[in-house]
């Protein structure tokens, strides 16, 4: 499959490099055609790996993963262009972060909605999924950095794109009984404030690297 | 210990009723003194047990468990006087949910604040603890429900009031080590957060009898 990863920070690379691994075709999309870190990283991944603007890998690809930050998500699609994201699968990793009022951030949106929403708004033509956002980059593409059973979670309104995505996260190594989908777009919300929390273990735990897992009833 | 259980609903019943059972005098506390479940309730649960108006069990207690709904938590506090909280532990389990929208509830306060800051705020002689908040009642009292083992978090601003809380939590079974100290009370911003990630999940498993457990990478 040919896969647009947009955002060039830590979150996009470790997407689009375990994307490459995975033996897909990665354009990493920025504003700028003539990003650094994307040429770098383009230069780096080898033959499957390619980059552009928003607009250019967007468009060649069949699906897009959103890694920009949740506030300028909106903006990168916008730039990504309606017409390139029509019938697309967009996988959403985004978290509504707001640093300007200091550390830890706020978040620039929740409780009524949250930034997936906002995009399948914007974009009613494309197919979002969110997914991923809330581990670190690290355990996004490998599950098994952490002993045992844990838990990611998936949300989306189309459950052809919600499949689409977990043979990604498959592809990640998450196995499928660890991956619960928590129903329609609008669990988006829980999934992204659950990051003020997220940010206090780290804080607690000295690191980013863990997860949660579910853990119910027996019987 | 004496200690005031704020609430007449399912949580104060049960962990009230659980406290009894630790050998705890308890009483509950309501709105009115002649609340009828508060009355059946104690006349339930044996001499250690009592009831009264949230003044009347607050004045008489050495520790206090807000067991009232987020939204009404100030309400009930205020009624319970600010001389009768002074100088104590106020355990506060309270969740802001909001179902005037219909449901699922949205938070009445988030992101910024949470219940438990605007506690301590309204009562700065008051020593506020956030716990118990992540997980349904019976669990509250019961963790060895769930299998293997799982988190609870508590977060507070004095130490001493978070010992005092630990206490009372491996009375009802929790083990220390599952129980994280996320550190201030800011902290409850992101514990009463997570709810909307609960509220899914409870959806999405078919019920409450659940928890999350922090996962670490190993060494």
Same mark, same amino acid.
């Not at 033996?23 to 390619?50: I, L």
């Not at 581990?135 to 952490?146: E, H, K």
């Given at each position: 499959?040919? $896969?647009?990863?947009?955002?060039?920070?830590?979150?996009?690379?470790?997407?689009?490099?375990?994307?490459?691994?995975?033996?897909?075709?990665?354009?990493?999309?920025?504003?700028?055609?003539?990003?650094?870190?994307?040429?770098?990283?383009?230069?780096?991944? #080898?033959?499957?790996?390619?980059?552009?603007?928003?607009? @250019?890998?967007?468009?060649?690809? /069949?699906l897009?993963?959103?890694?920009?930050?949740g506030g300028? &998500?909106?903006?990168?699609?916008r730039?990504?262009?309606?017409?390139?994201l029509?019938?697309?699968?967009?996988?959403?990793?985004?978290?509504?972060?707001d640093?300007s009022?200091?550390?830890?951030?706020?978040l620039?949106?929740?409780?009524?909605?949250?930034?997936?929403?906002?995009?399948? /708004?914007?974009f009613?033509?494309?197919?979002?999924?969110?997914?991923l956002?809330?581990?670190?980059?690290? $355990?996004?593409?490998?599950?098994?950095?952490?002993?045992?059973?844990?838990?990611?979670?998936?949300?989306?309104n @189309?459950?052809?794109?919600?499949?689409? &995505?977990?043979?990604?996260?498959?592809?990640?190594?998450?196995?499928?009984?660890?991956?619960l989908?928590?129903? @329609?777009?609008?669990?988006?919300?829980?999934?992204?404030?659950?990051?003020?929390?997220?940010l206090r273990?780290? #804080?607690?735990?000295?690191?980013?690297?863990?997860? $949660?897992?579910?853990?119910?009833?027996?019987?």
């Amino acid at each position: 499959v040919r $896969i647009a990863v947009l955002g060039t920070g830590e979150v996009g690379r470790a997407v689009a490099g375990a994307l490459v691994g995975r033996g897909h075709e990665v354009r990493m999309g920025s504003r700028t055609g003539a990003n650094e870190a994307a040429a770098a990283w383009a230069a780096d991944a #080898g033959e499957r790996a390619g980059h552009g603007t928003f607009a @250019d890998a967007a468009g060649w690809a /069949e699906l897009v993963v959103n890694c920009t930050g949740g506030g300028v &998500a909106l903006a990168a699609l916008r730039a990504a262009g309606a017409e390139n994201l029509a019938g697309k699968v967009v996988v959403d990793v985004s978290n509504p972060l707001d640093f300007s009022h200091g550390r830890p951030p706020i978040l620039s949106v929740c409780n009524t909605t949250s930034v997936a929403e906002q995009l399948q /708004e914007a974009f009613p033509q494309a197919r979002v999924v969110k997914t991923l956002n809330t581990v670190n980059n690290r $355990i996004m593409v490998d599950p098994a950095r952490l002993p045992g059973r844990h838990t990611l979670f998936v949300c989306g309104n @189309d459950p052809e794109a919600k499949a689409a &995505a977990r043979g990604l996260l498959e592809g990640f190594g998450w196995p499928p009984e660890d991956v619960l989908d928590l129903g @329609d777009l609008t669990a988006a919300r829980g999934m992204e404030m659950y990051i003020p929390l997220w940010l206090r273990l780290m #804080g607690a735990l000295g690191g980013a690297d863990f997860n $949660i897992a579910v853990v119910r009833a027996e019987g």
